[in-house]
């Protein structure tokens, strides 16, 4: 059996796109239990906080700062499909994911208890300071080559 799965895009706070989500499965009362969720290169999905559940994450495709900020203190997780790891993100702790590889990042969610649009659990955080390092700051990237080989997914020591 086949089931066709919904992709729906995503934007950020400004409107502007930042990559996309696809809902995998579903508990008896409709509640998401595991979604994808996809960051487009440069981009961040968040910062935002729930109050009811907690996310966990596993990045399958490309590399990820999963970034809390618990106490006024920002902590980075860096994880990725050559470092797997779930990384859980308790409830009442904001959280973005910023995509700091070369291509599309993926990332697997079973958030818990299963998300439910009418619980109205997504909130924005308007008091964030934070930006992470370039995952690889040996790459010059005001040389146009380097910016091809990056956008294509090469490495110029490949």
Not at 4 to 23: C, V
Not at 40 to 60: D, M, Q, S, W, Y
Request: charged share 20%; glycine share 8%.
């Amino acid at each position: 059996m086949t089931t066709q799965l919904k992709r729906i895009s995503t934007k950020d706070a400004t409107g502007a796109p930042n990559g996309w989500l696809s809902p995998l499965e579903y508990d008896a009362d409709g509640g998401t239990v595991a979604y994808i969720t996809a960051v487009a290169p440069g981009c961040v999905k968040g910062p935002h906080l729930h109050h009811i559940r907690e996310g966990n994450f596993t990045c399958i495709k490309g590399t990820v700062a999963i970034v809390t900020r618990e106490n006024g203190a920002y902590h980075t997780e860096v994880c990725g499909d050559s470092d797997l790891k779930r990384i859980t993100v308790p409830p009442g702790v904001p959280c973005a994911l910023y995509n700091i590889g070369f291509g599309e990042a993926q990332l697997l969610n079973h958030p818990h208890p299963p998300y439910r649009a009418d619980q109205n659990d997504e909130h924005t955080v308007d008091d964030w300071n934070y930006a992470p390092e370039p995952h690889d700051s040996s790459l010059d990237f005001s040389d146009p080559e380097v910016i091809r080989m990056a956008m294509s997914g090469l490495r110029a020591d490949s």
